[in-house]
């Protein structure tokens, strides 16, 4: 359209408008300002589009490698986001995981969400070796290195990189706790150096002040001070720094060897929810892309509950089958299954594993299937759904064993049904409602055995040894004596017939633990109070307690019981205290008021409250940047 108007414009400066005299020169004229202007249509680049590039590393195993290259309308500087780097920091690789689909009107990205896709299903660290400190290796021995190849490479053609972190406690220049100290990394923005010079380009990188600038954007979206950010200079390069080991790491290999600025963005795991870690990794990586001069589309949070909705399964090569969650898929021994597609609330993240075959991740590989199993699908690490794979005995072929094990027990944890392999583990936590609901033999049968959880009787006068739909709470009637090695931490869950064992699972649990609590004092203030702290309020305030860090769902029988002077005040999460409530139970003595946290029977923490001096000081007690 831009072409159109500047014909139109010409052409009325070229004599158009004379009607009674011919004008050969002007018609001539128009004809070829005419023909200019059609060449310049048909040859005219179009205008720049945004394009994008998704490469798969690693098809069909457990090393499966996504990388998105993202390019905007408009060009500009490449920002490069790994997350993911280490699999038990879910922070990073779900707020990397939103970018992947992001658009943008300037500049590119490079999105690598899931860096180590085989320790975010193990939910490790790093079950090879941490990855992050591979980036000074150059063996091509092991999957990691071979992936730090390729994140290597990425760099070269990035401005900036950004590795997404979950980091324990909360950074302080000084020591103030356990949890705020020098030592910890969480809520940080973290450099190899203050300035750096790229030998290369002989620029100068100043790293401290691009992440200040950064921590003060972020900040001033943060409400709580405890969770503020604060730039974290390891100082790798000198020979005194505390952090050497960070000398094999991604941030260190892209300022010395690529020279571009690299930062690792540490949001702390003691943060109450995970959708505000993600915010938090979402607030820098926005920051970093204004500073950079990248205009995105802003991505939204989505963490919601992994479920799954159906497979897609290819039996014998014939047409597709859609299997939804939970079914069972009929087949005869011998046939080959390939399972090509898995439908759920998400597009990343997602694994299959056949049980009993292959490893990690089945997806897109073909197996022949020669008894009863079940295809068990993880979205990272957490199971979010399962279909079984029934087996029957075609013509000609020996009937299945008699006597079968029990293979499968079918478990319902907190009202959730998952499914445990005869011989593993499920790891609990004291205070976890179960219920035993079935086992599946290798013939593909259901219920043939009974289940006994031993230690647990639901009845002394009705002790049958069959504890299937029977509601277990683990922080009740369990005898330890019958525990392994009688320390009431480890059970075994037999299936029995008569008196012989045809299969076992065990259960351990770990005590409840809270990490703090998030209580709001008065109408706006919240504060982040870990057990044997006290809070102190002022003198006309309420109380609520919005949520706790705990290794449990702290929506699953999580209550509150206010002490003080031998009076108590149950109190629920989310419930507030009145002012009149409060009165009521102050220790006139000067006393602090103890606030009990139980789950279900079992006291998992306490903190104290008490009236605050009015010569105390409210302000944050580490001032620094």
Not at 74 to 83: Q, V, Y
């Amino acid at each position: 359209m831009g072409n159109s108007r500047n014909m139109r414009k010409y052409g009325e400066g070229c004599g158009m408008g004379r009607r009674n005299r011919p004008d050969l020169g002007g018609r001539f004229s128009h004809l070829i300002v005419l023909l200019a202007a059609l060449i310049l249509i048909f040859t005219a680049p179009p205008p720049v589009a945004a394009q994008r590039e998704h490469i798969v590393h690693f098809s069909g195993t457990p090393y499966e490698l996504h990388v998105y290259k993202i390019f905007g309308h408009k060009p500009g500087k490449t920002l490069m986001l790994i997350g993911g780097i280490q699999g038990n920091e879910p922070g990073g690789f779900l707020s990397a995981d939103l970018y992947a689909d992001m658009t943008l009107e300037k500049g590119n990205l490079i999105v690598i969400p899931r860096a180590n896709f085989y320790s975010i299903m193990l939910n490790e660290r790093g079950p090879n070796g941490d990855m992050n400190r591979k980036f000074n290796k150059t063996t091509h021995r092991d999957h990691e290195i071979k992936i730090v190849t390729i994140l290597k490479s990425l760099m070269a053609e990035s401005d900036l990189m950004l590795n997404l972190h979950d980091g324990s406690g909360f950074f302080r220049p000084r020591y103030i706790s356990s949890s705020l100290n020098p030592k910890r990394f969480g809520q940080s923005i973290i450099a190899d150096a203050e300035e750096y010079v790229a030998p290369k380009s002989g620029k100068t990188l100043r790293l401290g002040e691009m992440a200040r600038l950064v921590c003060q954007e972020i900040n001033s979206q943060i409400d709580n001070p405890l969770y503020h950010f604060r730039f974290n200079n390891h100082r790798t390069m000198e020979p005194d720094s505390p952090n050497l080991e960070q000398r094999g790491s991604a941030t260190y290999y892209a300022l010395n060897k690529v020279g571009i600025p690299a930062f690792g963005v540490e949001t702390s795991k003691s943060l109450p929810t995970i959708e505000l870690k993600v915010r938090h990794h979402n607030l820098a990586i926005n920051s970093f892309m204004k500073i950079m001069g990248i205009i995105p589309e802003h991505p939204s949070i989505k963490v919601e509950k992994p479920a799954l909705r159906y497979l897609v399964v290819t039996v014998n090569g014939g047409q597709p089958l859609v299997v939804d969650n939970k079914k069972t898929l009929s087949l005869k021994r011998g046939d080959t299954v390939f399972i090509s597609h898995i439908e759920a609330n998400y597009e990343r993240g997602l694994s299959l594993d056949i049980l009993g075959l292959g490893g990690l991740n089945d997806a897109r590989q073909k197996f022949v299937i020669s008894h009863p199993t079940s295809v068990v699908v993880r979205k990272d690490h957490q199971q979010c759904g399962w279909i079984r794979l029934g087996v029957k005995d075609g013509p000609g072929q020996r009937p299945l064993e008699a006597n079968p094990l029990a293979q499968y027990f079918v478990i319902e944890v907190n009202g959730q049904e998952r499914l445990v392999a005869n011989g593993q583990v499920l790891d609990l936590i004291r205070g976890d409602r179960l219920r035993l609901l079935a086992t599946w033999t290798s013939t593909g049968q259901r219920g043939v055995f009974a289940i006994n959880f031993k230690g647990f009787v639901s009845s002394e006068d009705q002790n049958t040894g069959d504890d299937r739909k029977t509601l277990i709470q683990t922080d009740q009637r369990l005898m330890k004596k019958w525990s392994v090695r009688g320390k009431g931490e480890r059970y075994r869950i037999v299936a029995e017939k008569g008196k012989n064992e045809f299969g076992e699972i065990y259960v351990r649990l770990t005590e409840p633990v809270i990490d703090y609590l998030i209580v709001q004092a008065g109408k706006k203030t919240r504060y982040a109070v870990s057990p044997g702290e006290t809070l102190l309020l002022e003198n006309k305030s309420e109380l609520k307690i919005l949520d706790a860090k705990a290794n449990f769902d702290a929506k699953d029988g999580l209550k509150f019981v206010l002490k003080t002077a031998g009076n108590e005040t149950p109190l629920a999460l989310g419930q507030t205290v009145r002012e009149k409530t409060l009165k009521g139970i102050w220790n006139r003595e000067g006393k602090s008021t103890e606030l009990v946290a139980y789950r279900n029977h079992t006291v998992v923490g306490s903190i104290y409250i008490a009236l605050r001096p009015l010569a105390a000081d409210a302000g944050e007690t580490d001032k620094s940047s």
